[in-house]
């Protein structure tokens, strides 16, 4: 037989010997019947030549297929004499154990037969052990299996097993531990110098905590850091558990990774990609802390608003976006000019907001406004910020606001104050510009009330393209406030679409212009292309807003799949999340489907894709604006897009305006876009042009 460094080999081999001494034989063994497999043989039979021995099992297989052996005769043991070709071999006698499916065979010694019936008794009596000793052998190779089997789960999960005997102090550990602490597999261990790998005081913890399980009995879950002798940091999780006041046992996971993972996720929903500074999300809740430590402290402090307006590029367009370069060139000039204990963030698109901590009044804000305006002059000496122009409002707390909402208004009052003074670009809340706001809402109010009247709230249409066949595949509806004097945009009029009334008179204004519009070109064109409509929060949250859209939609003739709605997360955050649930649900088994608007620059869109019914996700267009120089958003656009692929969605990306976006996109996955580079959005008429032309 083979070495082999199983260890029940060994003890087959001397049950072989056994066999072989108590029937007078040099040479014995077992077989498996149904094949040439040596399950045990004596030692000297092992030490024949490796050919000699195969030649050997062949002839007592062969010689016990030539007999003809009935398994009904397997109580009879019939002993089977069988010729062996073979050095100093003649011949060899077999019985066949058909129960077992097991075959022992002897050679005699010097040509000297043994008796039938003592080897009869001899093999009867060793086959169990042979048995057993292959049912352990068995045993131990599964138990050998699932231990490496575990070994590997331990490594992939960094997990690893722990066990503490109270009476001795012994520590036993699986192989994964070790590695996590940075030891040696099967180094000595102490309760010591395992602590001594846990700086304080989380040494100190994580005694207490097994001092306190090995007490009372119970358990403990505590993450704390480590240096292992070699100075590398880690993080690990250990979870203990008492029993019978004898010791300890339970896990210890090395969460590093998985901490460093969440980590990232939470800075990246927490902050600006551009400018790295607290995004709107956490700047809202460090003003909410502000707030409270204030009250709390009888202090005050200042929330500043700064507008970066950059007028060199606004020309004609109705959006803009700022130059990701210039923002990140403000943001540090900001950050050079005030404290470390000041909190900057990018709050939207081209706006900026201070925490000023234990700031009073005007006079003590003056000198880092003033330091922050020279930093914007510098910018424009050097070229850098050409055209670019600082507008800022500025509100105190408590004098201005009881809280965090309240003051946030209060200094987007000033703000808006500030944009209209250019000669002196600063306003510091006062109630005459409350005032001044009430009025001029009320007055923008008054005129919107008018314009309905006179149907001056359109829908202007800007086309969304097959990037690859560069074909109208659908069309986003914007309203626009067409005056006699001006055409507005919908933020020039946001007072007016916040209104309950105003805002839900406006949205049904513009859906009948929308459906009166589209129904004339399905008589011209029976092309298939949708028609987004955006639907406000106000409009939402209205009770017959579904109502009334599908009795539009029947009544213009349209098919309510003819229509996507788009709804931004600022429509969902704070409402009643199962009602909105049902509203939408209501209307997608109706035909209607829902896209998500400015996808990526809310705190929680991924959760909305998978608890709202949405179809189509639109990629926010500040992810597209430098994605051809910028790795960063291409990754992030490129990972929206393998998300949303996965989960059967569309996916839009807007505000493209030049071919090097656009071919980025192709080149990353993205086939449907919308942006300045095919249309700005166009009136009826011309976009009636478009899509007969295209």
């Known amino acids: 037989m083979e070495a082999c460094s199983d260890p029940f080999d060994d003890l087959a081999t001397a049950a072989c010997n056994l066999l072989a001494d108590n029937i007078g034989v040099r040479h014995c063994g077992v077989i498996a019947l149904d094949g040439e497999e040596l399950r045990a043989a004596s030692s000297e039979f092992s030490r024949l030549p490796p050919e000699e021995r195969r030649t050997i099992v062949a002839a007592v297989l062969a010689g016990v297929a030539e007999a ?82 575990l070994a590997h789960v331990e490594e992939l999960a960094k997990v690893g097993g722990w066990e503490h005997v109270l009476s001795t102090g012994r520590l036993i550990w699986s192989r994964e531990i070790y590695a996590i602490h940075g030891l040696e597999p099967g180094s000595e261990l102490s309760l010591d110098r395992v602590l001594q790998l846990y700086p304080s005081p989380a040494r100190e913890k994580l005694s207490l905590e097994l001092e306190r399980a090995a007490a009372d009995g119970s358990g403990f879950d505590l993450t704390t850091p480590i240096r292992t002798p070699a100075g590398e940091r880690r993080i690990v999780r250990t979870v203990g558990r008492a029993v019978n006041g004898t010791k300890l046992y339970g896990i210890t996971q090395d969460v590093t990774a998985q901490l460093s993972a969440e980590r990232r996720l939470w800075w990246a929903a927490n902050h600006d990609p551009v400018t790295s500074l607290p995004n709107r999300l956490l700047f809202e809740d460090r003003m909410a802390t502000a707030v409270q430590r204030a009250r709390r402290e009888n202090k005050s402090f200042a929330l500043v608003i700064l507008d970066i307006s950059d007028f060199a590029r606004l020309t004609e367009r109705a959006g803009y976006t ?7 060139d403000v943001a540090a000039r900001i950050a050079a000019v005030m404290r470390e204990s000041d909190t900057i963030a990018r709050v939207s698109l081209n706006e900026f907001a201070i925490l000023l901590n234990d700031v009073k009044d005007r006079d003590a804000l003056g000198p880092p406004i003033r330091r922050l305006r020279e930093q914007i002059d510098e910018m424009q000496k050097e070229g850098a910020g050409d055209g670019i122009h600082m507008s800022v409002g500025i509100a105190f707390y408590p004098e201005h606001a009881s809280g965090p909402e309240e003051l946030t208004r209060a200094a987007e009052m000033a703000l808006s104050q500030a944009r209209r003074r250019l000669d002196n670009p600063i306003a510091v809340f006062d109630r005459q510009i409350a005032n001044d706001a009430v009025k001029r809402r009320e007055t923008i109010l008054r005129r919107a009330r008018d314009s309905l009247a006179r149907r001056e709230f359109v829908p202007y249409y800007q086309p969304q393209i097959d990037i690859e066949t560069n074909e109208i595949v659908g069309v986003e509806a ?55 409509i955006n639907a406000s929060r106000t409009e939402v949250l209205r009770n017959d807003f579904l109502d009334t859209f599908l009795e539009k939609t029947r009544n213009g003739n349209l098919k309510p799949n003819d229509f996507i709605i788009e709804i931004t997360e600022d429509v969902i955050i704070g409402v009643d999340d199962q009602a909105l649930h049902d509203k939408i649900s209501f209307l997608v088994s109706s035909g209607v489907e829902f896209s998500l608007d400015d996808f990526g620059t809310g705190y929680a869109s991924l959760i909305h894709i998978t608890s709202f019914p949405v179809k189509e996700i639109k990629i926010d267009k500040q992810f597209i604006f430098g994605i051809e120089t910028d790795r960063r958003k291409r990754a ?17 990306a807007e505000g493209v305006e030049t071919i090097e976006q656009q071919e980025v996109l192709r080149d990353i996955g993205c086939r449907y876009a919308q942006g300045y580079l095919y249309s700005f959005p166009v009136p009826f008429s011309q976009f009636a042009d478009m899509l007969d032309h295209s």
């Open 322 to 328: 700022v130059p990701d370069k210039h923002m990140m």
């Open 68 to 149: 003809n052996f009935d398994v009904d005769e397997a109580h009879s043991s019939r002993v089977i004499d069988v010729p062996v070709t073979a050095p100093e071999v003649a011949t060899a006698a077999a019985i066949v154990f058909p129960e077992t499916e097991a075959v022992v065979f002897q050679i005699p010694q010097n040509g000297k037969s043994v008796a039938a019936r003592a080897f009869r008794r001899a093999a009867t009596s060793a086959l169990p052990i042979f048995d057993r000793i292959d049912g352990l052998r068995t045993e131990r190779s599964k138990l050998l299996t699932s231990h490496e089997l």
């Open 636 to 652: 992030i656009v490129k990972g929206i897009i393998q998300i949303a692929r996965s989960m059967g969605l569309h996916v839009i």
């Open 478 to 532: 914007l309203v626009r406030w067409q005056t006699p004097d001006m055409l507005l945009d919908a933020k020039d009029f946001a007072y007016a679409l916040d209104d309950h009334e105003i805002g839900s008179r406006v949205g049904r204004a513009v859906l009948d212009a929308v459906i009166t519009d589209i129904a004339k070109l399905r008589q011209i064109t029976d092309r298939p292309f949708r028609v987004s």
